[in-house]
């Protein structure tokens, strides 16, 4: 059986460290893991292990801009365009790997996630080929600072989510930086994260948040507005699946927890026949003969 994990998120977020990350967890843990790299515009020196599969062996966004004179926004739309209607390219390439675990660092793009078809047509390809996918989708902590770019995070993850018939891991990365108190740098207490008690709030998200932040300044400004933050409370609310799990690289612990969840939600190793007894028995029966 071949695993196939997705690294999704916002640009930033710390795919690409993550991704690095768990290759280092799958070799110390005697796993065989390989890296697919799928940022045409990711800088190869970055990589602490060689991609086994590469985009930019397709399509390079240096060669884009250069050669179609596009500039890096639309060069990394063609660069997804191109890859897509050359999946063939992809399909040839994962043909080549058993019982492994390939860890898909994906790009920053927001609108990959969102309205893209990108995400849907890797997943049917993957399916098609018989891999079993899962994916985890990175917010980076620095969200909970601001309750608003906060819930404009959960929400990209839920457009994200909605589009895939996948197991789906929602992360927030860079625990290391969140202190027991966090307060928001620009001196206002309203938007600070203070203590854990309230860092809980945002991994398991509280609509309250949301809803007492806009329900004053809105009851006062435009009650349209008002409408609009209830539809969405309303929404998390119906949706509780969209909480988040902790990730604090500098804690082993931490990334084993989240990579356990992952191997939980494909059934890593489930179906893996146990191959000693088997050959025994059909060895036995040789000799008989
Ligand atoms: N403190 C801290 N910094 C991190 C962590 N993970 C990543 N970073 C930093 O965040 C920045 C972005 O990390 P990347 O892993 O490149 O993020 P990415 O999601 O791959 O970014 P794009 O591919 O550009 O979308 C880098 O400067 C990393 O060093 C973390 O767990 N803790
Ligand atoms: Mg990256």
């Not at 019982?99 to 990108?118: A, S, V, W």
């Not at 990365?173 to 945002?202: C, F, H, Q």
Request: with cysteine.
């Amino acid at each position: 059986m071949r695993y196939a994990v997705l690294v999704t998120g916002p640009a930033g977020a710390g795919k690409s460290t993550f991704s690095n990350s768990f290759m280092t967890y799958l070799r110390d843990t005697k796993r065989t893991g390989h890296l697919v790299n799928l940022d045409p515009a990711a800088n190869a020196a970055s990589f602490e292990y060689e991609p086994a599969i590469d985009i930019k062996d397709l399509v390079s966004l240096e060669d884009v801009m250069e050669e179609l004179d596009y500039g890096p926004n639309g060069g990394l739309v063609y660069c997804f365009e191109y890859l897509l209607q050359n999946m063939d390219w992809l399909d040839e390439e994962l043909g080549g790997f058993d019982d492994d675990y390939l860890i898909f660092d994906c790009p920053g793009q927001i609108e990959l996630y969102t309205h893209h078809p990108f995400l849907p047509t890797l997943v049917q390809h993957l399916s098609r080929l018989g891999i079993r996918t899962s994916a985890v989708y990175l917010l980076e902590s620095q969200f909970m600072e601001d309750r608003y770019k906060f819930f404009s995070g959960v929400l990209s993850a839920m457009s994200a989510m909605v589009n895939l018939e996948i197991p789906w891991i929602n992360i927030m990365s860079k625990m290391d930086l969140v202190t027991e108190n966090v307060e928001d740098p620009s001196g206002g207490a309203r938007n600070g994260i203070r203590g854990r008690k309230n860092i809980a709030r945002y991994l398991d998200p509280d609509p309250l948040l949301l809803a007492t932040a806009r329900g004053q300044e809105a009851n006062s400004s435009n009650p349209r507005f008002h409408a609009l933050n209830q539809a969405i409370v309303q929404l998390i609310e119906d949706h509780p699946l969209v909480s988040f799990l902790p990730l604090d690289l500098t804690n082993s612990d931490s990334l084993e927890t989240v990579i356990s969840h992952i191997d939980y939600t494909m059934q890593y190793g489930e179906d893996e026949e146990p191959k000693e007894p088997h050959d025994l028995d059909e060895g036995d029966f040789a000799k008989m003969e």
